[in-house]
């Protein structure tokens, strides 16, 4: 059973940082495109982060601010958020594709995690 459980969530002051985890089991993903979403209340979730081989995507907002990273040996992924904002609030999504398609979309994913809450207060 292939199973991504995100961690690292939490109640952050505005300009305060947090890191993000994301543990990958059931099967190896390092061939595989995988991103973090960000679904704000009430709002659609769109792509924050997204990385696949070389290519590494960030949303305009978060550029500078956000980083993706990925341990192929551990099967994990991780998004560090410094200098947050509090447009950054929402529940974060830690996603895989099922193959090494590279995309911001979140119809082309085929794994997902239950998601973490992230809060910024200003």
């Known amino acids: 059973q292939v199973q991504l459980v995100e961690s690292g969530g939490g109640l952050v002051q505005a300009g305060g940082s947090l890191t993000l985890s994301c543990a990958a089991s059931g099967r190896s993903f390092r061939n595989n495109c995988m991103g973090w979403f960000r679904q704000p209340l009430g709002k659609e979730r769109t792509a924050v982060a997204v990385?696949?081989?070389?290519?590494?995507y960030y949303e305009d907002p978060v550029k500078g601010r956000f980083t993706i990273a990925r341990d192929n040996a551990k099967n994990t992924l991780s998004l560090q958020m410094s200098n947050l904002k509090s447009e950054d609030t929402g529940v974060y999504y830690c996603?895989?594709?099922?193959?090494?398609?590279?995309?911001?979309?979140?119809?082309?994913?085929?794994?997902w995690g239950q998601g973490t809450r992230v809060t910024v207060s200003s």
């Open positions: 996603a895989a594709v099922g193959g090494s398609l590279f995309s911001i979309n979140e119809h082309e994913y085929d794994y």
């Open positions: 990385i696949s081989g070389p290519r590494i």
